[in-house]
């Protein structure tokens, strides 16, 4: 089976930066993804990693350790719009497994 | 382009009722997903559909049954309603074979079951 864990939540200033780890559990590894939710709005792609490394999009960033099985998102000069749920996702093969969502809040 | 639309937005059921929840994707992808999300918890697969013309259960497919219309819908059906199906569902879809993998998702049904 597939099972991913993240913090339930994280709290941050404005202005400030945050990372949010995911640890996972699978077979057949294809890739960690990221997305986003605003309460009561759908998830929206933030970020992927197919390989090691890290990956930059904007103010978001995003790394993956296949051999740690462990991943982060960080967020830079973090903003009150970023203030949402934030899930990793893994492909098993032709479905997705999502963890059980990271609560940020981000105070003024 | 619309991206993944679902309808309806809204429904309220009595126990043991039937609906349909109605999801499209103009966008051209193979792949189509069902989910479900309870309050303050992660998406939960319910069916996926990797390419028209095939369905496969997910993590919580009890309750539930799905028709890949064609290659634009792909619906989810209640026979008998239940309270605990109560939820928020969530319709996406995904072009696989390569490259990052994002999913697209719909804006949701919210579905209470009295």
């Known amino acids: 089976g597939q099972s991913l864990e993240q913090p339930s939540e994280v709290t941050a200033v404005e202005g400030a930066i945050v990372q949010i780890n995911c640890t996972y559990q699978?077979?057949?590894?294809?890739?960690l993804s990221w997305y986003q939710q605003h309460d009561g709005g759908a998830p929206t792609f933030l970020s992927y990693n197919g390989l090691d490394g890290l990956e930059e999009t904007g103010r978001f960033s995003s790394f993956l350790s296949r051999s740690d099985s462990y991943g982060y998102l960080l967020l830079q000069e973090l903003q009150m719009k970023d203030s949402a749920s934030y899930f990793c996702?893994?492909?098993?093969?032709?479905?997705?497994?999502f963890g059980p969502g990271t609560r940020l809040s981000v105070l003024p | 382009n619309a991206g993944v639309t679902q309808t309806p937005k809204f429904q309220v059921l009595k126990t043991g009722q039937s609906m349909t929840l109605q999801c499209a994707q103009d966008?051209?992808?193979?792949?189509m997903y069902w989910y479900r999300q309870d309050p303050g918890m992660g998406l939960r697969l319910i069916y996926y559909s990797a390419s028209e013309g095939t369905t496969d259960k997910g993590e919580v497919p009890n309750g539930y049954n799905v028709s890949r219309l064609n290659k634009r819908e792909f619906s989810l059906r209640l026979e008998s309603a239940a309270p605990s199906q109560t939820s928020v569902y969530f319709c996406?879809?995904?072009?696989?074979?390569?490259?990052?993998?994002?999913?697209?998702f719909g804006p949701g049904t919210r579905l209470l079951v009295l």
């Open positions: 699978t077979s057949g590894f294809y890739g």
């Open positions: 996702a893994v492909r098993a093969g032709q479905n997705f497994v």
């Open positions: 966008m051209n992808h193979n792949s």
């Open positions: 996406a879809s995904s072009e696989t074979g390569g490259g990052p993998e994002t999913q697209y």
